[in-house]
């Protein structure tokens, strides 16, 4: 028998039914032992499915509160002095929720710890925060705890925990320079021995394999951190369990000797990202290891060619006969839970799909297939994957001939805009802006009185007239209130929309949705990424009207909000027949007609979103020119179009910006704003060393964390920025959007932002 098993399962449920738990926790809506009773039924729902569609283990240590790695890390004891963790006590619940958000229902309020992607992904891990001499100790008992959850209810169970040269790769603090920070290696001797305690653990518990998550490896790794691993891991071989090695997102590469010599039992590799390595690493593995292939997409919703996987697996299989196992690419926390929710998706284009349980299903369906089977029932199963990719291929929907006219002539169409210094001139004349100029992001505060606004609406209990009515005085309420407060740049606040991403999608061509396709970003946050489908088009303006109502009810400057060619690309579900350019190329040549409608209806700000703009890079840096060339592109296309006093703005959050930040120079923005709150400024330093042409605005509110800052923290901040930055080229803003918090701290903390902008005007 061929084994088959799963490297992670979404954790929210597919009702999202964790989320809802973990806020109306916060909330204070129901006790701890209420959110931990959701806890357990999610993961035993969770590992039934995964047992009943034949996976040899159930995955142990995948579910999270908040954050996978933020668990590991209280795990491990490595809580930040400011949340009073005492030495020798356990890490309590609501200390790894104040960490990850700065708030909990106990404990003091405090900063939280950064968060950032999650590789290249759009899921947010918290970073863990190191101190030179760094102690570590088994602080929680959560992951033990859920192993015998799992035995008692008759589950063999594979353990999954990062491992630990990756854990201390995510890590940073004020001695550690970055990342490849070789000096974070000395916390190897500490860090291991708890690591030999944690096996040593789970082993006493009847635990025989552990996968030990090893992403790193698929990154271009400093020769420091390369020799590392051969200690590491024979130090860890002592354990008694067995080590699965999982490596996912792109290849192993020159890491591939490196690993196949490791002292592991096997090794898991993602053939979906990078399945030119396959016949390598059958090479390099040991006679005795075990090969984990990742030939089910774990990132993507669409159905696997499953016969192209037998063609390429059976050659594997002879060879390595029962060594060979089969899995997802990576964790199915990337992709939703069931496609049997989407009860409203039409029959053809249902049918190309795959969500986390039809994976399994492919899974147990290959290894059948694999192994020859005559089964009926398998037949009738490979037939109906063969009769969906026929119809998918051949479906007059995938392409638009309007879509590849424009696309034929878009090379002709400029990038190229007025040089800066005699734009921003033309700016400031038509604008007329103060110093420190304050503005917000975007989003104002959804409130669940919006949300049924907009669900009534689309399910047809209230008219179009009614509908438009009701987000109009929303608009004019946030307007009314900006005014009040004394910002700047105004915007409408985007009462209208869901979510940055589906509200385009819902107005563009080639674009389709689900009900229940959510997928968690971080913490508690979950988003519903559209499905890209076929070509892009926009068949009318989508933002102008709300854009133009709003700037008439002010004198003052109003912002047109959008989000921009690469983040729809990279957070929805793309086709994957086609490149991922073409397709950011067809929603640049959208977005640029409607920043060109935007300024005929007479906006002078308009802002076009890119926080994933860092995120597509490709892991390897021999493929980031490539992709940067076109991303930057995909930005000038849909920015190009407008009058130089027309002033273009870009925001992007939770990146590293030092080693790209040539290139989002050249996205020409007028202005940028990033994320500094929680980072305390430290992404300031890529753009003072490039010495960054243009204007920005470094985020002083955390919008991420229900605490309102102090009016003097952020004054602080943007002094700190002023050493580094011309201060007549900052501006004072949120570091993203407010759409995920409540109005009485949004009032205040906007307040406050203000009176900081007041006082360094008053100081400059």
Not at 630 to 643: E, I, K, Q, S
């Amino acid at each position: 028998m061929t084994i088959i098993h799963n490297l992670g399962f979404p954790r929210i449920g597919a009702q999202r039914e964790l989320k809802r738990a973990v806020e109306a926790y916060w909330a204070g809506k129901q006790d701890e032992q209420a959110l931990l009773a959701t806890g357990r039924e999610l993961r035993a729902r969770h590992w039934r499915l995964q047992a009943e569609a034949g996976m040899a283990f159930v995955p142990v240590g995948d579910f999270a509160w908040y954050d996978h790695i933020l668990e590991w890390t209280t795990l491990l004891g490595a809580v930040p002095a400011r949340f009073g963790q005492p030495e020798d006590g356990p890490v309590a619940l609501d200390t790894l929720f104040r960490m990850g958000r700065g708030r909990a229902p106990t404990g003091t309020p405090t900063a939280a710890c950064e968060m950032t992607k999650w590789f290249d992904t759009n899921y947010h891990y918290i970073v863990p925060e190191l101190v030179p001499g760094q102690t570590f100790r088994i602080a929680r008992d959560s992951l033990f705890e859920q192993v015998d959850e799992a035995l008692a209810q008759g589950h063999a169970v594979k353990a999954v925990i990062p491992g630990p040269l990756t854990w201390l790769w995510l890590g940073k603090g004020d001695r550690y320079a970055g990342a490849d920070d070789a000096a974070k290696l000395e916390l190897l001797q500490n860090l291991l021995p708890v690591y030999e305690q944690v096996l040593r653990r789970l082993a006493g518990q009847g635990v025989q394999w552990v996968q030990i998550d090893e992403p790193i490896l698929a990154l271009d790794l400093p020769p420091q951190w390369r020799q590392a691993y051969g200690r590491v891991y024979a130090q860890l071989a002592g354990a008694p369990v067995k080590l699965l090695l999982a490596t996912y997102f792109s290849g192993l590469q020159d890491n591939l000797s490196i690993a196949a010599a490791l002292p592991v039992a096997g090794l898991h590799v993602d053939l979906v990202r990078a399945p030119g390595q396959l016949q390598a690493v059958v090479d390099a593995l040991g006679p005795d290891k075990v090969l984990s292939a990742g030939v089910i997409d774990g990132r993507n919703i669409w159905r696997s060619d499953l016969d192209a996987c037998v063609q390429a697996l059976a050659p594997v299989r002879q060879r390595l006969g029962e060594r060979l196992w089969l899995a997802p690419s990576c964790s199915l926390l990337h992709v939703p839970v069931d496609l049997a929710e989407e009860t409203e998706l039409d029959a053809e284009l249902r049918s190309w799909l795959s969500f986390a349980i039809q994976k399994l299903d492919e899974l147990r369906l290959l290894a059948a297939a694999l192994q020859g089977s005559q089964d009926a029932q398998v037949g009738a199963a490979l037939q109906a994957q063969r009769r969906a990719l026929a119809s998918r291929r051949q479906s007059p929907r995938i392409h638009n001939p309007a879509v590849a006219a424009r696309m034929a002539q878009a090379s002709s169409l400029s990038r190229q805009r007025e040089p800066f210094a005699q734009r921003i001139a033309a700016q400031q004349q038509a604008l007329g802006l103060p110093a420190f100029p304050t503005t917000t992001i975007g989003s104002f505060p959804q409130t669940a009185q919006i949300r049924a606004l907009r669900r009534d609406w689309k399910a047809g209990a209230i008219s179009d007239a009614a509908y438009e009515r009701q987000i109009r005085a929303e608009i004019e309420q946030v307007v009314r209130f900006q005014e009040k407060v004394g910002l700047d740049v105004l915007v409408h606040g985007e009462p209208e929309r869901n979510d940055m991403v589906e509200y385009f999608g819902e107005l563009l061509a080639g674009f389709a949705f689900t009900r229940n396709g959510w997928v968690q970003s971080y913490g508690s946050r979950c988003v519903k990424p559209p499905v890209i489908f076929g070509d892009v088009a926009r068949p009318a303006p989508m933002t102008v009207g709300w854009s133009a109502y709003a700037q008439s009810l002010t004198e003052r400057p109003m912002k047109g909000m959008l989000t921009g060619p690469v983040t729809i690309l990279q957070w929805s579900f793309v086709r994957d027949d086609q490149p991922r350019e073409q397709t950011c190329r067809q929603l640049a040549l959208a977005l640029r007609d409607e920043v060109v409608d935007l300024e005929q209806a007479g906006i002078r700000v308009i802002q076009i979103d890119e926080p994933a703009f860092r995120e597509g890079l490709p892991l390897r840096r021999a493929d980031w020119q490539a992709y940067l060339d076109w991303a930057v592109d995909c930005f000038r296309l849909a920015t190009a179009g407008v009058r130089p006093d027309t002033q273009i703005h870009t925001h992007m959050c939770y990146s590293e910006f030092n080693d790209i930040i040539e290139s989002i120079a050249a996205m020409d923005a007028d202005v940028i704003t990033i994320e500094t709150s929680r980072s305390n400024m430290e992404l300031l330093d890529a753009f003072e060393r490039f010495s960054y042409p243009n204007d920005i605005g470094p985020g002083v509110y955390d919008i991420h964390s229900p605490n309102v800052p102090d009016v003097q923290w952020m004054v602080g901040l943007m002094r700190r920025a002023a050493e580094r930055l011309p201060k007549e080229r900052l501006w004072v803003n949120p570091d993203c959007g407010l759409k995920t918090r409540g109005w009485p701290e949004t009032e205040a903390a906007l307040a406050g932002m203000v009176q900081a902008a007041r006082q360094l005007r008053q100081a400059a």
